[in-house]
């Protein structure tokens, strides 16, 4: 006998002698009724679902952190699974038949009352909790790989503290409760998020199950030896598993890359405005990065968007949408002490939402108001908040775009309003949109408005100045309550001279 064959040889002992002490005081039929009796259908499983769904919903719609926790213990999916596991390592196909119905009804009745709560409830709006569940990523399939591992594991060695922890690592029933809210909202890349997160962590957990049940020597009668196969199956189908979640946790990568070089951007850009970054939002969608940020200064930078989008282009080697928006402020690092507000989520909706809104703006203000389903909100700005009212109408904007769903309504503190340069379609709005959000009713006086171009044959006359003015209060909801405004000066030309009631 050669010396690599003597080798080989006392290699395989010593595994043998390590797999036998392993598989050590493991009794296979016992753990594989227990398993059974704790994966199948039962009165117990559909009550524990129905209440731990609904306890996910709630609490995933409230962003209760603790409430979710407390419905990933009361989940019993964790059963279903494992001896979904088992069964495909024993190849028991009545067993894996009802494991399979376990988990179907289970998630069925789990989401029909998540749905159900949700069309039921005012909230309406995607919590932290909720959005935290819809972009799965690689790091969520190795922690249900884990998860798998350890739930076996467990049941295997009976260690039943050990599921406790599996619980709420794996958290199966938030996941459900999320693809019915996203259903019950109508709102189907929520639900889409939440659903292939839901399946990672299930085909995760039932492959890891199957390859620890192997491990400890758990295999059909008709094979009493491993098959190499069904390793390689399993191997294959994490891989399948990992493309698209690897791809998603790149795209979270790339998001964080981003934020960093914004933020770093932005500060050599306005770097004796005495600027700071109020809002920031990056989203990451295939090769396209976009960002949008909204900067509180000083002074105005006139080139500062194209000279950020160049620096991103630069720092990313990809072409980044940016939009930056600029606010003229007294003091921009109020920003920084509108940071540091409570991070606390309430348990109230509606006080999380008016929270995260004082969070986004740092001016001061004389109350921040909602309606009952968060639908509207009204900030109204205090004289000494330091904004002009092309500031005020330029946040308006930015918060808009930021609370998606929420109606938001800046009003700054009432002050003179002099004239409109009517052929100024940006004077023209902001005026409106003051004017609106004033309630005013303004007495207008016009100053010799230049004439309306004169029409082209065949097409269609296009309104004076005076109308498009007259048409953009309409708009805006603002009732001219005459025409005796303030009295033209010498030389007015085009303007709209205004009195306020």
């Not at 006998?1 to 010593?14: D, F, H, S, V």
């Not at 030896?225 to 698209?244: H, I, N």
């Amino acid at each position: 006998m050669t010396e690599t064959a003597r080798t080989a040889r006392e290699t395989r002992n010593i595994a043998r002698r390590f797999m036998a002490n392993v598989r050590r005081g493991v009794e296979h039929e016992d753990v594989a009724d227990a398993v059974y009796e704790n994966g199948g259908l039962t009165g117990r499983y559909l009550i524990m679902t129905f209440i731990s769904a609904a306890i996910a919903i709630l609490g995933l719609m409230l962003s209760s952190p603790a409430v979710v926790i407390g419905a990933m213990l009361m989940s019993p999916m964790m059963g279903p699974i494992v001896a979904l596991g088992f069964s495909l390592t024993l190849l028991d196909w009545a067993e894996l038949k009802q494991s399979l119905t376990a988990l179907g009804i289970g998630f069925g009745l789990a989401l029909l009352v998540a749905i159900l709560l949700t069309v039921l409830s005012p909230l309406k709006e995607p919590t932290a909790e909720i959005l935290a569940r819809t972009r799965p990523n690689f790091f969520d399939l190795l922690i249900a790989v884990f998860s798998g591992v350890a739930g076996a594991y467990a049941v295997i060695k009976q260690r039943g503290e050990t599921i406790i922890g599996v619980a709420i690592a794996t958290a199966l029933m938030p996941p459900v409760a999320t693809v019915g809210f996203g259903l019950g909202t109508g709102d189907l890349l929520i639900a889409g998020g939440a659903f292939f997160l839901f399946m990672t962590n299930l085909v995760a957990i039932a492959l890891a199950a199957t390859l620890t049940a192997t491990f400890y020597g758990f295999r059909p009668r008709i094979l009493e030896r491993p098959q190499p196969w069904r390793a390689v199956a399993v191997v294959m189908v994490f891989a399948l598993l990992s493309a698209p979640l690897a791809l998603s946790l790149q795209a979270i990568g790339r998001e964080s890359r981003a934020t960093a070089e914004t933020r770093l951007a932005v500060s050599e850009i306005f770097a004796g405005a005495d600027s700071r970054v109020t809002l920031l939002d990056v989203r990451s969608e295939g090769d396209r990065i976009s960002v949008s940020a909204l900067v509180s200064t000083r002074a105005l930078v006139a080139d500062a968007q194209a000279r950020l989008r160049e620096r991103l282009d630069a720092a990313l080697h990809t072409s980044v949408d940016v939009v930056l928006d600029q606010i003229v402020v007294a003091d921009p690092q109020a920003a920084a002490r509108a940071v540091q507000a409570s991070q606390i989520s309430a348990p109230d909706p509606i006080a999380a939402l008016r929270n995260r809104l004082t969070e986004a703006v740092p001016f001061a203000t004389d109350a921040i108001m909602l309606d009952g389903q968060g639908q509207r909100a009204l900030i109204l700005l205090r004289p000494d908040a330091g904004l002009d009212l092309a500031s005020a109408f330029a946040l308006e904007k930015a918060l808009q775009g930021r609370f998606e769903g929420v109606d938001v309504w800046v009003t700054p503190p009432v002050q003179p309003f002099d004239s409109v340069a009517l052929g100024d379609p940006d004077a023209v709005a902001r005026s409106a949109w003051a004017l609106s959000r004033w309630r005013a009713s303004p007495a207008v006086r016009f100053c010799r408005p230049e004439p309306a171009p004169e029409p082209i044959e065949g097409q269609t006359p296009q309104p004076g100045a005076q109308e498009q003015f007259v048409a953009a209060l309409a708009t805006a909801g603002v009732a001219i309550s005459g025409d005796d405004g303030p009295a033209c000066r010498r030389g007015d030309s085009n303007l709209a001279r205004i009195a306020l009631d």
